[in-house]
Structures are given as structure tokens and as C-alpha cells.
């Protein structure tokens, strides 16, 4: 079992950068994918990027690739969103989530967050 707390969110301008943070607990958090996923209001959840369990592999969506980067410390147990150059469509709930195979589809995570606000004004 993992249970997973993400923060960091806030209002930020356009062009802004935030860090968001998601701390889990457990003992077996480095053996887990972790993945970020995002849902703005009326629209579907939607993938922005995983890491792999040894931080080794990273893969990010389209939309946010050049201006985030994933990263985990797993003697912290936690994983690292950093968010550069946003933009008002990059306005959502952020979600962290742990699985064991990862990838973009949110089936892959068994575990997730409660969800942090992220708000960027144009």
C-alpha cells in the first residue's frame, strides 16, 4: 500500500515556473513508477510524465516536453515536478501516482494522490 500527498501547487503567472512535490509513504516507494497526470476542469485526466524506479527513464507528454522535468529522490520518497514557461492551458489538478508498469495510460498507476491546484493566469 502507498499513500501519496502532493504540493506545491498555487497561482502562478504566465511564463512562471512552479515545483510541485509528492511525498508517499512506504516502505517499497522505490520500486514503483511514478507518474504525473493532470485534469482541467471539463476535460479528460491526461498524462504529463513518468519516471522510472531507478529515475534512470523519464518520458513526458508532448504538450508539456521542453518545459517540465520529472525527477525522485527515493531516500526521500518523493517525486519532483518542475514546471518552467507555464501557460494558462497548463491550468489544472495535478495528480502524482505510483504503478508498476507506468507508462501514459492511468490504468498502469494503483495508487494516487489527492491532487494539487495549479492555476496560471494569462
Known sequence: QVQLVESGGGLVQAGG???LS??????TFSSYVMGWFRQA?????????RIS???GNTYYADSVKGRV????????NTVYLLMNS???EDTAVYYCAAGTYGGAWST???????????TVSS
Open 22 to 27: 509528492c511525498a508517499a509513504s512506504g516502505r
Open 86 to 88: 507555464l501557460k494558462p
Open 53 to 55: 524506479w531507478s529515475g
Open 41 to 49: 476542469p471539463g476535460k479528460e485526466r491526461e498524462f504529463v510524465a
Open 108 to 118: 498502469n498507476y494503483n495508487y494516487w494522490g489527492q491532487g494539487t491546484q495549479v
Open 17 to 19: 515556473s512552479l515545483r
Open 69 to 76: 522535468t520529472i525527477s525522485r529522490d527515493n531516500a526521500k
